[in-house]
């Protein structure tokens, strides 16, 4: 039987697709846990200033990719006894129709911290301009003395994915949903769908169980110290 998660812990998963550069960053981390959270939500490719945009469109679309895993983790959390908030489970806007970048990333922030959410786990697929770049990262901000803890805890269950370019650590991320959040947050990036490999994999319905499961698996080990 998986270990269980206390009740009392609210988790949210937040599915998305981003394209920044990929860095290598580790952090020791504080060995006292605290609560979780777990969002989904849907985005279009980010640009961002080190990056080009990436103007072909992917065979798989990130919010088919993104939301079965987050659905599939709401699943295998709340089998280990975990209470799970989403921000959303179709594609819609979390905010409303048109909402700016800003708005919309305050929304979700906004459902973890009104929930008094223990954790936030943001579900990602991360893009960049050479499809030769791939892996699995997890990224945090220092904010809570857990957030790396946490990072870490799932990154070592999911940095073995078959299919993938293997582990790209744990990083610091100064993200909006990270630093705004005022729990443990982190934001998981499975693979790049920019790797023609990465994303034949990320097509396949025994991977987005397996992320799932493993993301779980990491999060209980989490609250389990």
């Avoid at 080190?50 to 679309?61: D, G, K, S």
């Avoid at 301009?129 to 805890?153: E, F, H, W």
């Amino acid at each position: 039987m998986p270990p269980l998660i206390p009740a009392a812990k609210f988790l949210l998963v937040l599915p998305r697709i981003t394209a920044h550069p990929p860095v290598m960053y580790s952090q020791p981390w504080s060995p006292t846990p605290s609560t979780t959270t777990v969002a989904p939500e849907f985005l279009t490719q980010k640009r961002s200033p080190a990056t080009p945009a990436i103007n072909a469109l992917p065979l798989v679309a990130p919010k088919s990719a993104t939301l079965p895993i987050s659905k599939y983790l709401k699943s295998a959390l709340e089998a280990r006894g975990a209470k799970v908030f989403m921000t959303r489970t179709t594609d819609v806007d979390v905010y409303g129709p048109n909402a700016s970048g800003v708005d919309e990333l305050g929304a979700r922030v906004n459902i973890a911290n009104s929930h008094n959410s223990d954790a936030f786990v943001s579900v990602h697929i991360n893009s960049f301009n050479n499809p030769s770049v791939g892996g699995i990262a997890t990224y945090y901000y220092s904010k809570t003395g857990n957030d790396a803890r946490l990072a870490q805890k799932v990154q070592n269950q999911i940095a073995n994915v078959p299919g993938f370019n293997g582990d790209r650590g744990i990083q610091e991320g100064n993200l909006y949903v990270l630093r705004h959040t005022n729990m443990p947050a982190i934001l998981v990036e499975l693979g790049f769908i920019s790797n023609p490999n990465e994303e034949r994999a990320l097509k396949s319905e025994q991977t987005e169980q397996d992320f799932a499961n493993r993301i779980a698996a990491g999060i209980a080990s989490y609250f389990g110290g």
